[in-house]
């Protein structure tokens, strides 16, 4: 069945630095995929998403583009913010207009001062 | 922006007793929403999909009379553990379709089962 795979963590890094969580995933066809953020005592909130093989989603700095020939949805930013500690998860939603969405087991970051 | 809440937020019962957990959508009509759990350090895992007027439907291994999920109208579904003991303690999260196949969650529900 599918499955997204994502770096495990925490991560802490320093405010300004480059942010690099990976992630894969298996599935058949072409999925669409997605990346959420739970900030602390709040629901998850997407974040960007990409529905094409080649689209990059992009939101408040964060990037990550679909790679179909690696399949992989990397979430990228330049320089993060304290503001920016959160858990990140990896989704992907099955072809085919299905509803359901499987998760990656999700990223803590902490970004300090 | 569309808001799904939950409540309670946090509750702790006692082995044996049941527990309802309900899922709201607060400024949009939902006719899909679904439940997830999810375990420490774990993704979130579907448990079901709820649809307004209709029985949901469980993901594999989800025993659905241990897990009744009601989705009673358009804004409102409940989860209710039955009979719980402490290996039902989890984080239980609904998300809510907004149209689009866009997903809203809630914030969550912590179950200590004692």
């Known amino acids: 069945g599918d499955s997204v795979t994502q770096m495990e963590g925490p991560v802490t890094l320093s405010e300004e630095a480059f942010l690099t969580i990976n992630c894969t995933y298996t599935?058949?066809?072409?999925?669409?995929l997605f990346w959420y953020v739970q900030y602390p005592g709040e629901g998850l909130q997407l974040l960007l998403k990409a529905t094409k093989a080649d689209d990059k989603g992009s939101n408040k700095g964060f990037e990550a583009t679909y790679r179909k020939e690696t399949t992989s949805f990397h979430l990228e930013k330049g320089s993060v913010q304290v503001s920016d500690s959160a858990v990140y998860f990896c989704?992907?939603?099955?072809?085919?207009?299905?509803?359901?969405?499987?998760f990656g087991k999700g990223t803590k970051l902490t970004v300090n001062p | 922006g569309a808001v799904v809440s939950q409540h309670p937020s946090w509750v702790i019962c006692k082995s044996g007793t049941s527990v309802k957990i309900e899922c709201r959508s607060l400024?949009?009509?939902?006719?899909?929403m679904f439940w997830y759990r999810q375990f420490p350090k774990q993704s979130l895992m579907l448990m079901a999909t709820?649809?307004?007027?209709?029985?949901?439907?469980?993901e594999q291994g989800v025993e659905k009379d241990k897990f009744l999920i009601n989705h009673a109208s358009l804004t409102l579904s409940t989860l209710t553990v039955t009979s719980a003991h402490p290996e039902d303690s989890s984080f239980y999260i609904c998300?809510?379709?907004?149209?689009?196949?866009?997903?809203?969650f809630g914030p969550g529900t912590r179950l200590t089962v004692t």
């Open positions: 998300s809510a379709n907004g149209g689009s196949y866009e997903q809203y």
């Open positions: 400024d949009f009509q939902a006719t899909t």
């Open positions: 599935a058949t066809g072409y999925p669409s």
């Open positions: 709820s649809n307004e007027g209709s029985k949901a439907t469980y």
């Open positions: 989704a992907l939603r099955g072809q085919g207009g299905s509803e359901k969405l499987v």
